[in-house]
T-cell receptor, first 112, second 113 residues
Framework: AQSVTQPDIHITVSEGASLELRCNYSYGATPYLFWYVQSPGQGLQLLLKYFSGDTLVQGIKGFEAEFKRSQSSFNLRKPSVHWSDAAEYFCAVGGGDDKIIFGKGTRLHILP | EADIYQTPRYLVIGTGKKITLECSQTMGHDKMYWYQQDPGMELHLIHYSYGVNSTEKGDLSSESTVSRIRTEHFPLTLESARPSHTSQYLC????????????FGPGTRLTVL
């Protein structure tokens, strides 16, 4: 069965510091993977997605993620965070049935 | 501007009331979805639709029902609200293509007293 694990419930980084949010998935075939961001009281916005090809994916707002099949991971990175990046981040995995399974999310806090 | 809308954004209602959460999209998407999200938790799919007159139950059992009479409209109804229905409900839509990106509405936060 498909599953997504985001091991960090909360992450706190200083503004300007680099960021890495972890995501591990379980899926029997080649997955397609997403990172979404959710600001308080808002819906989800897609940051980036991986379907195939280059394993390093560029997204919006300066985010990138790397698909590592050997580690079943799809970690999200940003070289320098801004206070506006404070939000909840969800990793998600999908398969051939077009259903998407979401992780429990990582809440990012930014220190000034 | 193509978008996906949900109304109301916030709803506080008493036990036993019938409620309908509205979801509309102007992107012409065939697929639409309803997710339930408890605070600090992941999203769970409760209903989805592949087009007009198509509705399916999702992975999480829900007492709610949905209908899809028009492509752009996918309302969710609770016949008799209970405190256990308190949650955030998110609507999404996508194109009828394999691995289509899902676009999300802003959500409706429902509180049942």
């Amino acid at each position: 069965a498909q599953s997504v694990t985001q091991p960090d419930i909360h992450i706190t980084v200083s503004e300007g510091a680099s960021l890495e949010l972890r995501c591990n998935y379980s899926y029997g075939a080649t997955p397609y993977l997403f990172w979404y961001v959710q600001s308080p009281g808002q819906g989800l916005q897609l940051l980036l997605k991986y379907f195939s090809g280059d394993t390093l994916v560029q997204g919006i707002k300066g985010f990138e993620a790397e698909f590592k099949r050997s580690q079943s991971s799809f970690n999200l990175r940003k070289p320098s965070v801004h206070w506006s990046d404070a939000a909840e981040y969800f990793c998600a995995v999908g398969g051939g049935d077009d259903k998407i399974i979401f992780g429990k999310g990582t809440r990012l806090h930014i220190l000034p | 501007e193509a978008d996906i809308y949900q109304t109301p954004r916030y709803l506080v209602i008493g036990t036993g009331k019938k409620i309908t959460l509205e979801c509309s999209q102007t992107m012409g998407h065939d697929k639409m979805y309803w997710y339930q999200q408890d605070p600090g938790m992941e999203l769970h799919l409760i209903h989805y639709s592949y087009g007009v007159n198509s509705t399916e139950k999702g992975d999480l059992s829900s007492e709610s029902t949905v209908s899809r009479i028009r492509t752009e409209h996918f309302p969710l109804t609770l016949e008799s609200a209970r405190p256990s229905h308190t949650s955030q409900y998110l609507c999404a839509s996508s194109e009828l293509v394999e691995r289509g990106e899902q676009f999300f509405g802003p959500g409706t936060r429902l509180t049942v007293l």
